[in-house]
């Protein structure tokens, strides 16, 4: 009978531990439910968290801040499908996040400056600060319809960037407009507006070429217009990104194979001389951008290369090459 009693406890131990362990696998498996529909409904809509599907795209950058846009896709296997679009600012010296902001399934940003950029958005248009994100001010048809001669209620408004005002059309066709007192604060001129870069050419103003891109075979052949014999430089599916008008020096992104699965960044002067190479590997986000990855924008900044490539952004050092910083977004 001892043996018997033994035998049944142990049994009845073995069933309570065993209801434990379907319980702890019911949780995981509910906790993974909930998380997956906290990450594909409500995330993107609300918070903004993680790494895009898809972008991100450059919209500007002022004084010491570049805004980069994405978005999230949900696809309609959720709830439902959708893109939500968020602005990240980006401090270009440090490379850190100052903020996120949401701006809902479709937006336009109609004008900017020094501190202030317009966005119209939620048939709202809103004064954005460039420093933190925040709204400064926000005008909707409410508001609008409160002006004089909008009694027939506000058929259309816009921000003009040229006349820095916001204009107002009502529904019978009288229009009206008026300075806003965030003005988009227009920004100085650049150092040299003569030279002029696009993806294979550097030129003046004027359209005068100083250097080029000449395809050969499946190479791209640097031509510089000062120099009577044809450089040895050549890219391989390449462009060029920049230019740094006071040391007299440019950019370029092309590739080590044609088969792209690693980007090189070279500076080169303005005769032709090759000043320094960063390859893909050097960057230290191998393990996170994709085969063939390409280039979605540059620009030259404060002595500095920033490149945005396969939803990273980094910079180099001008004079060497040597990686600032790097942020995955």
């Known amino acids: ?15 309570l531990s065993g209801n434990r362990i379907t319980g702890w696998i019911v949780f995981g498996m509910f906790f993974i439910f909930s998380v997956s529909i906290f990450i594909n409904e409500i995330n993107p809509e609300y918070l903004g968290l993680g790494y895009a599907t898809t972008g991100p795209k450059l919209l500007l950058h002022q004084k010491g801040v570049v805004w980069l846009e994405d978005y999230y896709s949900r696809s309609a296997g959720g709830m439902g499908s959708s893109v939500n679009y968020r602005i990240r600012g980006i401090d270009l010296g440090s490379g850190k996040l100052l903020f996120t902001k949401l701006i809902g399934r479709s937006y336009e940003l109609q004008g900017n400056g020094a501190k202030v950029a317009w966005l119209k958005s939620d048939n709202r248009l809103v004064a954005t600060s460039l420093i933190n994100g925040s709204t400064i001010d926000m005008f909707d048809r409410p508001r609008l319809g409160k002006l004089k001669g909008m009694e027939t209620g506000v058929y259309k408004f816009d921000y003009n960037a ?5 204009e107002v059309i009502a529904k019978d066709g009288h229009k009206t407009s008026f300075l806003v007192k965030h003005g988009s604060e227009k920004l100085a001129n650049q150092l040299d507006m003569n030279l002029k870069v696009d993806a294979n050419l550097i030129h003046t103003r004027d359209g005068v070429p100083i250097v080029s891109l000449h395809k050969q075979g499946e190479q791209q052949r640097l031509v510089f217009a000062n120099k009577k014999t044809a450089s040895e430089l050549f890219l391989l599916a390449g462009r060029i990104l920049a230019v740094d008008t006071l040391a007299g020096r440019f950019f370029t992104f092309s590739y080590k194979t044609l088969d792209r699965k690693e980007f090189i960044i070279s500076c ?3 005769d032709g001389n090759l000043c320094w190479q ?19 924008a540059s620009f030259f900044y404060n002595g500095k290369l920033v490149v945005l490539v396969e939803g990273f952004i980094f910079a180099l050092e001008g004079n060497g090459g040597v990686l600032e910083w790097l942020k995955r977004v």
């Open 268 to 270: 080169i002067t303005m």
């Open 278 to 296: 960063v390859g893909q590997q050097q960057l230290g986000a191998s393990d996170f951008i994709i085969p063939s990855p390409r280039l979605n």
């Open 1 to 15: 009978m001892i043996h018997i009693g033994k035998l049944g406890l142990f049994r009845r131990k073995e069933s």
């Open 162 to 166: 040229l006349t820095e005002s916001i």
